[in-house]
């Protein structure tokens, strides 16, 4: 008997201190009633901004409807839609009766753009005693309402606790619709990007490859190929992102045609980490700084040099071009009254479409990674162009589209000698030190 005595008082014991930690582990947390009631209030807060930041839908309205009656603290919520379509509901109390009522009023309030009030619906409603409709209006215009039913008479506190859920629904409604312009505006940029392809440049490919026809149908052959793979992939229908193995296959691509009409004159030296040959990049990136790097190295010269680089530096990857061309006035480009092709002889409008090209580039870097990642130009008269950019290793939500990828795989063509007389350096895959090939050999 002693000896149940004994373990019935170690057992209590023992629970007396586990009760004792979990309190001292507690307290810190929510420990008294008022902060319980903020941890609660800014619980159902997030759980109704994350649906809402899609709009308002069937599926975000059957989402947010629980957590925003928990902020109104009313007995019932309904949600309809611009047309006045009902959209989800919560709380038990939406009779045949009390719904009818609630549409009827949503559309009072929608017509009036104004919150609206109307008492108990009958006496087949049952116990509720009012219904306020208060309009969702984003930016001028009306997402829809809000429908909340009460089974007391509401004071003042719980109108100003509605007005304000209104107007956080609203903030959420509105930051949805800024999201979907900012998508869109992204889309426009890669379209304007595509647009401003230099026609000159396809103009000139199709007559390089016209002149090899009769001298060397072999590397016309492989230049049609090229030019083919090259169109495909700036004119492909997704994808804001892709792979940097894929920008730089594409870069690649576009190098081949410019040294087929160049030559020797043409000097092109790629330096690539393999480890940064999956970052994600914004979807044409770097085709514009390319075509102004070439221009530079070119322009009202015989020959030119251009060198791209990708170099893993931390958490970041840094991809660089640069020429030993003209240069430019620091000065006027940090005005942007004109572009990088400054005291060459290009014509002006094609100036100044490289212009608005570095400008949506810097652009959309900055949208995509924050204003730490935009580009940066080092220049001078005479002393060349090098415009690097920055882009994080990894960023959240953001993905490479895999739909323009060509089956036979970009990488190698980044890593082989494809670019005919063009030096290429790239990492060894196996080992990590630089191999160079192609035609030029090392210099």
């Given at each position: 008997?002693?000896?149940?005595?004994?373990?019935?008082?170690?057992?209590?014991?023992?629970?007396?201190?586990?009760?004792?930690?979990?309190?001292?582990?507690?307290?810190?947390?929510?420990?008294?009633?008022?902060?319980?009631?903020?941890?609660?209030?800014?619980?159902?807060?997030?759980?109704?901004?994350?649906?809402?930041?899609?709009?308002?839908?069937?599926?975000?309205?059957?989402?947010?409807?629980?957590?925003?009656?928990?902020?109104?603290?009313?007995?019932?919520?309904?949600?309809?839609?611009?047309?006045?379509?009902?959209?989800?509901?919560?709380?038990?109390?939406?009779?045949?009766?009390?719904?009818?009522?609630?549409?009827?009023?949503?559309?009072?309030?929608?017509?009036?753009?104004?919150?609206?009030?109307?008492?108990?619906?009958?006496?087949?409603?049952?116990?509720?005693?009012?219904?306020?409709?208060?309009?969702?209006?984003?930016?001028?215009?009306?997402?829809?309402?809000?429908?909340?039913?009460?089974?007391?008479?509401?004071?003042?506190?719980?109108?100003?606790?509605?007005?304000?859920?209104?107007?956080?629904?609203?903030?959420?409604?509105?930051?949805?619709?800024?999201?979907?312009?900012?998508?869109?505006?992204?889309?426009?940029?890669?379209?304007?990007?595509?647009?401003?392809?230099?026609?000159?440049?396809?103009?000139?490919?199709?007559?390089?490859?016209?002149?090899?026809?009769?001298?060397?149908?072999?590397?016309?052959?492989?230049?049609?190929?090229?030019?083919?793979?090259?169109?495909?992939?700036?004119?492909?229908?997704?994808?804001?992102?892709?792979?940097?193995?894929?920008?730089?296959?594409?870069?690649?691509?576009?190098?081949?045609?410019?040294?087929?009409?160049?030559?020797?004159?043409?000097?092109?030296?790629?330096?690539?980490?393999?480890?940064?040959?999956?970052?994600?990049?914004?979807?044409?990136?770097?085709?514009?700084?390319?075509?102004?790097?070439?221009?530079?190295?070119?322009?009202?010269?015989?020959?030119?040099?251009?060198?791209?680089?990708?170099?893993?530096?931390?958490?970041?990857?840094?991809?660089?071009?640069?020429?030993?061309?003209?240069?430019?006035?620091?000065?006027?480009?940090?005005?942007?009254?004109?572009?990088?092709?400054?005291?060459?002889?290009?014509?002006?409008?094609?100036?100044?479409?490289?212009?608005?090209?570095?400008?949506?580039?810097?652009?959309?870097?900055?949208?995509?990674?924050?204003?730490?990642?935009?580009?940066?130009?080092?220049?001078?008269?005479?002393?060349?162009?090098?415009?690097?950019?920055?882009?994080?290793?990894?960023?959240?939500?953001?993905?490479?589209?895999?739909?323009?990828?060509?089956?036979?795989?970009?990488?190698?063509?980044?890593?082989?000698?494809?670019?005919?007389?063009?030096?290429?350096?790239?990492?060894?895959?196996?080992?990590?030190?630089?191999?160079?090939a192609g035609e030029g050999g090392p210099r």
């Amino acid at each position: 008997m002693t000896g149940e005595l004994i373990a019935i008082a170690v057992l209590g014991g023992a629970l007396a201190l586990l009760l004792f930690v979990i309190a001292l582990r507690t307290r810190n947390v929510v420990s008294t009633p008022h902060e319980r009631a903020v941890h609660d209030t800014l619980a159902a807060a997030a759980a109704a901004a994350h649906p809402l930041r899609d709009g308002l839908t069937e599926t975000s309205a059957t989402e947010a409807a629980g957590p925003l009656r928990a902020l109104t603290g009313a007995e019932g919520v309904a949600l309809f839609g611009p047309d006045g379509a009902l959209l989800a509901r919560d709380g038990e109390i939406w009779s045949s009766p009390v719904l009818d009522a609630a549409t009827t009023l949503a559309a009072e309030a929608l017509d009036g753009r104004r919150r609206t009030m109307s008492d108990a619906p009958g006496v087949a409603a049952g116990p509720v005693r009012k219904l306020i409709a208060a309009p969702l209006i984003a930016d001028g215009v009306s997402a829809g309402v809000l429908v909340v039913a009460t089974l007391r008479q509401p004071g003042p506190g719980q109108i100003g606790a509605l007005t304000e859920v209104v107007n956080y629904a609203v903030t959420q409604l509105e930051l949805a619709e800024l999201d979907a312009s900012r998508a869109r505006l992204d889309r426009a940029e890669v379209l304007a990007l595509r647009a401003q392809i230099d026609p000159h440049f396809i103009y000139n490919a199709l007559g390089t490859i016209a002149s090899f026809v009769r001298t060397d149908p072999a590397r016309a052959r492989e230049l049609i190929l090229d030019f083919a793979d090259f169109t495909r992939y700036s004119f492909r229908a997704a994808g804001q992102y892709t792979a940097l193995a894929d920008e730089l296959g594409n870069i690649d691509r576009y190098l081949t045609l410019e040294r087929a009409r160049f030559g020797e004159g043409l000097d092109v030296r790629l330096h690539v980490d393999p480890e940064v040959l999956g970052v994600v990049v914004p979807f044409l990136a770097l085709q514009p700084i390319v075509e102004n790097a070439v221009r530079h190295g070119l322009a009202g010269r015989r020959r030119g040099t251009v060198t791209i680089s990708a170099r893993g530096s931390g958490t970041d990857c840094t991809i660089s071009v640069e020429d030993d061309g003209v240069g430019m006035d620091p000065e006027l480009l940090r005005s942007g009254a004109i572009d990088a092709l400054a005291g060459s002889d290009a014509p002006s409008s094609e100036s100044e479409g490289a212009h608005v090209g570095l400008t949506n580039v810097d652009q959309r870097l900055r949208a995509a990674f924050g204003n730490d990642y935009g580009l940066v130009v080092e220049t001078g008269i005479g002393a060349g162009t090098k415009v690097r950019m920055r882009v994080p290793k990894f960023a959240a939500g953001i993905r490479a589209d895999v739909a323009g990828s060509r089956a036979s795989g970009t990488s190698e063509t980044v890593a082989g000698s494809k670019a005919s007389g063009t030096d290429v350096t790239a990492g060894d895959r196996a080992s990590g030190t630089d191999v160079t090939a192609g035609e030029g050999g090392p210099r």
